[in-house]
């Protein structure tokens, strides 16, 4: 939204110190976030509900996101007593751990299934759980609004939380001219998505909403081959409407798919951020570009996934739920948490998702958007040098006779004339920095350094927005 001018710049060798450091920092995990959707499928008696609360066993701080649907009402606008014992019994296994937090988002099936009675459904559920009156329980969006709402993880990791369903939902729910929420119209909505994303320097973004933005589940408009057939031709029809049109519970239908694609690009031009859903009953671990979309909400059952080998890293449709690990490094991964037969957890899968920055050799996918290595860098190399001399901004503007005639000077005398202003000076900053390319997409152009390691940081003339922040 405002206009940025970046200058990238290489992350230089560490020194011995400063490497000793970061390998360190490599091993230890500062914060666990732990994925799950759909929980209302668990049934009471589930063992599933114990073996998370072993799971959640650790020493590090971890914060469980329940990103939505824990109850299926029907088309009522009242949790039942059963939902009121699974809920209370979730909650209870989690909030136990003192090094633990818990963040709710609502998602479809609270709202009543989209139905008429959806706000009241939500907000309910949202007064049920406040009532329980857990401390380290927060309802992240309240009264039925679309949020974002800003929570502040830990030091370096916030967590961006959206209601999908806001967008989603067919009939009544909060609008501007209520005043129930601060922010009730789309174009105040993505205003402040983006600042939340766009202004949070030198921090893990995790955005979080029920709705995957891409799936290659049901939801997103994948189906095996026997949906097709039976029955024959009503089976097409029925898979083909999904793909094209959708219900509501689909991400292609009207009322969502009208904001998905501006979230989508919202949440993907930051690089290095990830997206995590729970609506779909499966685990899918999807790259796009730098940035990466999760879904996890298959906690007891499952249902069918798509293979995508070009974007899945993991796509399975399993029980289970994915945990992410932030590394004090800067390194992300994901673990995969498989729920057995046998009512335990097993490990499935792990792999990183973003390199730590401070690593030599780490060029793939390395984590731009929190670096811990710039204090090492700077005592290493030197600080950023700002240097001011008397200059003429503008290149060389000398206009022919005929052309000053029939064009005039179109302010070119204030194009040329000298200014003293600051200005990086490359020479002197890190050692020697050479440009060898322009960069980027739109007009706010960025010099590129040559040097294939590199970190961004904005020139002081950048316009700054404070996001409203929240701490857990």
């Not at 790259?287 to 995508?308: L, Q």
């Not at 050479?434 to 152009?445: A, I, L, M, N, Q």
Request: glycine share 8%.
């Amino acid at each position: 939204m405002y206009n940025r001018v970046y200058l990238t710049l290489s992350l230089l060798f560490l020194t011995a110190t400063g490497t000793n450091h970061t390998i360190a920092q490599s091993t230890k995990v500062e914060h666990r976030v732990y994925l799950l959707g759909n929980t209302t499928d668990i049934e009471l008696e589930s063992p599933f509900y114990d073996s998370l609360s072993e799971l959640l066993s650790t020493t590090e701080p971890f914060t469980v996101i329940l990103n939505g649907d824990l109850m299926d009402s029907g088309k009522t606008k009242e949790p039942t007593a059963q939902d009121s014992l699974k809920i209370d019994k979730l909650l209870r296994n989690i909030a136990q751990h003192e090094n633990g937090k818990v963040v709710i988002i609502p998602g479809d099936r609270d709202w009543a299934n989209s139905g008429k009675k959806g706000l009241s459904s939500v907000n309910k559920l949202e007064k049920l759980v406040k009532s329980m009156d857990f401390e380290n329980v927060k309802w992240a969006i309240r009264k039925g609004c679309p949020g974002p709402d800003i929570i502040e993880l830990n030091d370096h990791l916030i967590l961006v939380s959206i209601s999908t369903q806001w967008y989603n939902h067919p009939y009544d729910k909060p609008e501007a001219t209520t005043a129930e929420c601060g922010i009730a119209t789309e174009r105040d909505f993505l205003i402040e998505l983006e600042n939340a994303v766009e202004d949070s320097e030198d921090k893990n973004i995790l955005v979080a909403g029920h709705f995957p933005l891409e799936s290659l589940g049901n939801y997103g408009g994948h189906f095996q081959l026997a949906k097709y057939l039976s029955p024959p031709i009503i089976g097409s029809l029925n898979a083909g409407y999904r793909q094209n049109i959708g219900s509501s519970v689909d991400i292609v239908n009207s009322r969502f798919d009208a904001i998905r694609g501006s979230i989508e690009n919202i949440v993907l031009r930051k690089g290095s951020v990830i997206y995590a859903a729970g609506h779909e009953k499966n685990l899918q671990v999807l790259r796009m570009g730098e940035n990466y979309i999760i879904n996890s909400g298959s906690p007891t059952k499952a249902k069918y996934v798509a293979k995508d080998k070009e974007h899945a890293l993991f796509a399975k449709a399993i029980p289970g739920l994915i945990e992410l690990d932030y590394y004090a490094s800067g390194k992300v991964a994901y673990t995969i948490h498989s729920f057995e037969p046998s009512g335990k957890f097993e490990l499935n899968t792990t792999e990183t998702l973003f390199t730590s920055p401070c690593e030599p050799g780490n060029e793939d996918n390395f984590n731009s958007a929190y670096n811990p290595c710039k204090s090492l860098v700077t005592a290493s190399h030197g600080p950023r040098t700002w240097a001011t001399d008397t200059t003429a901004v503008a290149g060389d503007y000398t206009l022919g006779g005929v052309t000053k005639f029939f064009m005039g000077e179109h302010y070119r005398t204030t194009w040329k004339t000298p200014v003293k202003v600051p200005y990086l000076d490359l020479e002197q900053t890190f050692g020697g920095l050479s440009v060898y390319e322009k960069g980027g997409r739109t007009p706010d152009h960025f010099p590129k350094n040559q040097r294939r390691r590199w970190q961004r940081i904005c020139v002081p003339f950048c316009r700054q927005r404070p996001a409203s922040v929240t701490t857990l």
